[in-house]
């Protein structure tokens, strides 16, 4: 049976009867937009096959200390196998339903946005991440089955769709989710032993290289000319969607599904609870551990000045430089 859930959003439509370009830079990444589309049925290589062992981790690199863990090593091979093909369905779950939530936003921004060019733009962003739903989801279905969103991601796409002001929804989807997502598609390239998901992520990274663009080229001409309320109203909002999945309570979050799959494959919780706070929980491995936010995302917002000495200290309470 289909699940559907409604959200309320507040949204402004703006008609445009001026048809010339008037921000170039737009206009040629529409071009450029244009150039570069791909057919999620005929593009990509359905007819090789997936080694669930081999699909790999998606967000460190190809090294994960999960697999170093002693009640790991004492798994029967075929439950790592079962292990692995759930946690990587997991993983890639969460970036299918953060498509759909950017094919949602990029519907939007054609109808909000002011100018020709951005909504040429952003009218193929909306093909493109329809494209993304496309792809995902066949290849989540191969290896195990589509897992249900996280709630601190499901939280930040609602408040990216239900934003009173386009340059929020802008700065929340093409800045920060977009970047965390072609950072981590850079991880996952790195990462995986799949042929097939290697050119899946190649292929989407490739575009979600231009939808950052576009808020970046969007947003240093528009945030400068904004009122200095509803600026900070945009600064604050970017700090909110960090702190969303950069908080401390994301980390709790992230760990509830995992310890129910090891449970759902025979592992000792507790032990395995005990092991990963004693091996992981340290200040050393703490420091070690690749910070997507702190890579991708906070260049991405100092770019287009949106890190103020005003919200400067919310970042660095989340652990991240500034």
């Not at 959003?9 to 040629?28: E, G, H, I, Q």
Request: net charge negative; charged share 30%; proline share 5%.
């Amino acid at each position: 049976m289909a699940t559907l859930e409604e959200i309320v959003t507040p949204l402004k439509t703006l008609w445009r009867f001026d048809y010339d370009s008037n921000v170039k830079a737009l206009r040629d990444l529409y071009e450029l937009a244009k150039k570069e589309q791909w057919n999620a049925a005929t593009d990509v290589p359905w007819e090789l096959e997936t080694d669930p062992a081999r699909v790999g981790t998606l967000d460190m690199g190809g090294e994960d200390p999960i697999l170093e863990m002693d009640f790991i090593k004492e798994l029967p091979e075929d439950k790592r196998v079962d292990l692995a093909k759930r946690r990587s369905a997991w993983q890639l779950s969460q970036f299918l339903h953060g498509e759909q939530g950017a094919m949602l936003c990029a519907g939007q921004l054609v109808e909000t946005v002011p100018d020709m060019d951005g909504k040429f733009y952003a009218s193929t962003q909306v093909i493109d991440e329809a494209r993304h739903v496309e792809v995902f989801h066949r290849y989540v279905k191969r290896l195990d089955r589509v897992y249900p969103i996280m709630p601190n991601l499901k939280a930040l796409l609602n408040a990216v769709l239900g934003a009173e002001l386009w340059q929020m929804k802008c700065v929340g989807m093409q800045v920060i989710a977009e970047s965390l997502a072609m950072g981590s598609f850079k991880m996952m390239k790195k990462g995986t032993g799949d042929e097939l998901l290697r050119q899946i992520v190649e292929l989407t990274a490739q575009d979600e290289a231009r939808h950052v663009s576009y808020g970046l080229i969007y947003m240093k001409e528009e945030l400068p000319k904004m009122a200095e309320d509803e600026r900070n109203a945009v600064e604050d909002f970017a700090l909110a969607g960090v702190g969303l999945l950069a908080g401390p309570d994301n980390e709790a979050a992230l760990g509830a599904p995992l310890l129910q799959m090891m449970g759902e494959v025979g592992i000792d919780v507790d032990v395995a609870v005990a092991e990963m706070a004693a091996k992981l929980a340290t200040p050393e491995a703490r420091a070690s551990r690749f910070n997507p936010f702190q890579e991708y995302v906070v260049p991405q917002l100092k770019r287009i000045d949106l890190i103020t000495e005003r919200t400067a200290p919310g970042y660095r309470a989340m652990g991240l430089e500034v």
